[in-house]
């Protein structure tokens, strides 16, 4: 490599595809390697915020050690101008740590944060679609299943309107909690509209689980027959991916 530049891009580029094939120490001996660098090129901050982006991801997709996320996530939040689409993202990310952490009590200090940030700027419907979308997982993690409902319906209907954000994470999360509710069809409309974006061979992880959900909700719904036939379908993608990365 011709400088420590270099090597922080690749490290932290690297760190989602290393994360997905198993090799998570590997990912994160890369990104220590790049936050220990002490040339002035390496201790650049720009260039030392992408490697806490990968620590943040990593800790919190591989190793589901949320504390540390918190951590890398304020170290992020902590470099952002105040009152900026930056300081508020960084917000949600701390935020959602803190959700996957059990402690909603911080979590929703953060998010409301970065609400009060976005509501000063101008409008940005990636940002509140994803903003939305957290606040709906919380507040269906504390069981208050109609409010989650209706965060998850304003981050669809902001994707829906804009065209600017995928709509996936909504759209199954609230098929989860209309199972919940004990409302089938609606969850099945949406676990059915998430899998339009979710082709098995772009994103198979998550397409697994969708078909997984879906096998539930038909069993919920008094189908058993239909909900063993996803549920079948949903341990094959598993096995084949598992034969991928091993």
């Not at 304020?74 to 009152?83: F, G, I, N, Q, T």
């Not at 299943?145 to 209907?157: D, G, M, R, T």
Request: glycine share 6%; charged share 25%; proline share 4%.
């Amino acid at each position: 490599l011709n400088n420590d530049t270099t090597y922080i891009l690749i490290a932290a580029g690297i760190q989602d595809y290393l994360s997905r094939v198993g090799e998570k120490d590997l990912a994160r001996k890369y990104l220590i390697s790049a936050r220990n660098l002490e040339s002035p090129e390496g201790m650049d901050p720009k260039f030392q915020n992408l490697v806490n982006v990968g620590l943040y991801f990593l800790h919190y997709w591989s190793y589901t050690r949320y504390d540390s996320s918190v951590y890398y996530g304020l170290l992020r939040a902590d470099v952002e101008p105040d009152s900026t689409l930056a300081k508020a993202d960084r917000y949600i990310m701390v935020g959602a740590a803190y959700n996957k952490m059990g402690d909603n009590i911080k979590a929703l200090e953060y998010y409301k944060a970065a609400q009060t940030i976005l509501e000063a700027l101008p409008f940005y419907a990636q940002e509140f679609c994803f903003l939305y979308n957290q606040m709906g997982m919380l507040y269906a993690d504390e069981g208050d299943l109609k409010k989650s409902e209706a965060f998850y319906l304003k981050s669809i209907a902001i994707g829906r309107a804009t065209g600017r954000f995928p709509k996936v994470s909504p759209m199954t999360n609230i098929g989860v909690v209309y199972d919940l509710m004990g409302e089938y069809d609606k969850s099945l409309k949406y676990l059915d509209s998430a899998a339009v974006f979710l082709p098995i061979e772009t994103d198979p992880w998550r397409a697994a689980i969708n078909v997984r959900n879906k096998g539930k909700v038909l069993t919920h719904a008094g189908k058993p027959n239909e909900g063993i036939k996803e549920t079948l379908r949903a341990m094959e993608i598993y096995a084949r991916l598992k034969d991928n990365y091993t």
